[in-house]
C-alpha cells in the first residue's frame, strides 16, 4: 500500500445520539438499553461500535481502487468462520511461522491492524498470534441518564398451525421492544503511533476510520435502533508520535451542557458542546469534524 505509517498520536472524543431508539442492546438483562445502574446513563459498548466500522469499510472498500481493495479486508466479519481464514492465511504466507502469518493478516486486513486481534485459535498450529491494534475505544456513555420504556408490538400473523389453532383463527402474535426517548453519547478514543508502526496502521487507513465514523449509522438503520447520528468528532492531534499531553487533560478541555437545565433533552439541539481553545497544550492541533 503505498500511504505512509501514522507518525502522530491522536486522541479522539465522538458523539453520537439516538432517537427512539436501542442504541445497544444488554442480552442480560432482555435486550434492554445498556445502562450504569448506578447512574441510569447509558452505555453502548465499544464492540457495537466496531462493528459498525468493519461494516462500513467492508462495504467502502468495494468502491476502492483495485490496487488497493485487497488490503482492506474484515477479519471479523459476519457469519465468518476465523479459523479457516487463519489457516488460509497461513498457508498463503508460506505455512513456516506465526510471524510471517501475522505480518499477513495485518497487511490484509483492515480491522486487524486498526483494532487488533487475538489469532492464536487457529488449529493444527496454523495460528497467527496477536495483534494490539492502532486504535481502542471506550464504552460510549450518555451525557444525562436515560430512561427506557417498554412497547407492546402486534405483528397480524403467527408463525404457526398451532398457534393459529389456539387462537380460533384470530393469528396475532404479540411482543415487545424496549427504546429511549433521547440520549446523546459520549466516546473516547485513542490512536497510537507506536503500535501503528508495528501493524503498520497508515495515514489512509486513519481518514477511512475518520470517515466510517462520520457516515457509519447511515448504512446501519434498523426500526430498533431508532434515528442515530454521528454529531460531532473532536480530534486531538499531536505533533509527535508519544504525544504532548496526557488524553484526560485534552478532553477536560471539552463541555457539554443542556441549554435548558429544567427540560428533558429530545435533540441534539438540546446541548451545547464547547472547547476551551485557551488551554490547549502546545504540540497539539484540534480538528473538528461535522
Excluded at 499477513?104 to 495483534?131: H, I, L
Excluded at 398451532?162 to 404479540?174: H, L, P
Excluded at 504525544?243 to 437545565?261: I, S, T
Aim: aromatic letters at 10%.
Amino acid at each position: 500500500m503505498e500511504s505512509p505509517i501514522i507518525s502522530n498520536r491522536y486522541d479522539f472524543l465522538f458523539f453520537f445520539d439516538v432517537q427512539d431508539g436501542n442504541p445497544n442492546g444488554d442480552p442480560d438483562a432482555g435486550n434492554l438499553p445498556r445502562v450504569d445502574y448506578e447512574t441510569s446513563q447509558g452505555l453502548v459498548t465499544d464492540v457495537c461500535l466496531k462493528r459498525k466500522v468493519r461494516n462500513y469499510v467492508e462495504l467502502a472498500r468495494e468502491e476502492f481502487d483495485e490496487a488497493i481493495r485487497p488490503y482492506y479486508k474484515i477479519f471479523i466479519r459476519e457469519k465468518a468462520i476465523l479459523n479457516q481464514t487463519i489457516a488460509d492465511e497461513y498457508d498463503a504466507a508460506g505455512g513456516t511461522s506465526v510471524e510471517a502469518a501475522r505480518d499477513r493478516m495485518c497487511q490484509y486486513y483492515y480491522d486487524v491492524r486498526t483494532f487488533g486481534a487475538v489469532m492464536s485459535t487457529g488449529e493444527k498450529g496454523k495460528n497467527a498470534g496477536q495483534v494490539k491494534g492502532a486504535v481502542q475505544l471506550t464504552f460510549s456513555r450518555s451525557i444525562d441518564a436515560i430512561f427506557s420504556s417498554e412497547h407492546t408490538i402486534t405483528r397480524m400473523a403467527v408463525a404457526t398451525d398451532k398457534e393459529s389453532q389456539a387462537q380460533k383463527g384470530d393469528n396475532r402474535t404479540m411482543g415487545r421492544k424496549a427504546t429511549i426517548p433521547y440520549g446523546l453519547y459520549r466516546t473516547q478514543g485513542f490512536v497510537s503511533a507506536a503500535l501503528a508502526q508495528d501493524t503498520k496502521f497508515s495515514e489512509r487507513d486513519l481518514e477511512l476510520l475518520w470517515q466510517a465514523l462520520q457516515n457509519m449509522f447511515d448504512i446501519d438503520r434498523s426500526a430498533a435502533r431508532g434515528l442515530m447520528s454521528a454529531r460531532k468528532l473532536i480530534i486531538f492531534k499531536h505533533d509527535s508520535k508519544l504525544g504532548n499531553a496526557p488524553a484526560h487533560k485534552l478532553f477536560d478541555l471539552v463541555k457539554v451542557e443542556k441549554r435548558n437545565p429544567e427540560s428533558a433533552p429530545r435533540s441534539f439541539d438540546d446541548y451545547s458542546i464547547t472547547i476551551d481553545k485557551t488551554q490547549l497544550p502546545k504540540g497539539i492541533e484540534i480538528i473538528e469534524l461535522l
